[in-house]
């Protein structure tokens, strides 16, 4: 009869994401302040979307927003696969691209106010923690998809509400 004695194993080496993929991952390091790094990257998105905004006509943000959206999600779901990856975790909390895309997306379509700006963020914040269905079971997608992907459906409720709360006035601009 063998003996089988527990040897302990040294951590798996991972070696590190490419400086890109690290920096939009954690939205230029603001992934590694706490506590909250998720709410810090919501905070700083939609106070970014409120200077850049700013410079857009009225008639184009929708659409420069919704470009910005495409962009950090299709850069953000590989970025996040590769920070992921190389942290030899599945979802770090330092990883918060998806927090933009998601508060930028609750964003869209409202008009740029210090009340918008408050309440998009409130939603979204509250819809990325609480995560109803079918935004968790997104988490379950693999890599950087799983990442990003719940943080997008959480930002498409955030939408709704939002665009329900502006159109029956109980949000006023």
Do not use: C
């Not at 914040?125 to 990442?147: A, C, H, M, W």
């Amino acid at each position: 009869m063998k003996s089988e004695i527990a040897v302990p194993q040294a951590p798996i080496a991972h070696s590190p994401a490419p400086f890109w993929a690290a920096a939009v991952a954690t939205f230029f390091g603001i992934g590694k302040l706490s506590p909250g790094p998720g709410t810090w990257a919501s905070a700083a998105a939609a106070l970014l979307w409120l200077a850049m905004g700013g410079w857009v006509a009225e008639n184009l943000q929708a659409a420069v927003l919704a470009s910005l959206i495409v962009l950090v999600i299709a850069l953000g779901i590989p970025a996040a696969t590769l920070v992921a990856r190389a942290s030899g975790l599945k979802d770090p909390g330092f990883i918060v691209i998806d927090e933009v895309a998601g508060q930028w997306i609750t964003l869209l379509w409202a008009p740029l106010s210090w009340k918008t700006l408050l309440a998009a963020f409130i939603l979204f914040r509250s819809f990325d923690i609480l995560k109803p269905p079918p935004v968790r079971q997104l988490e379950s997608l693999p890599g950087g998809t799983g990442i990003v992907i719940d943080d997008v459906a959480a930002g498409a409720y955030g939408l709704l509400v939002m665009q329900l709360a502006l159109h029956f006035r109980l949000l006023s601009p």
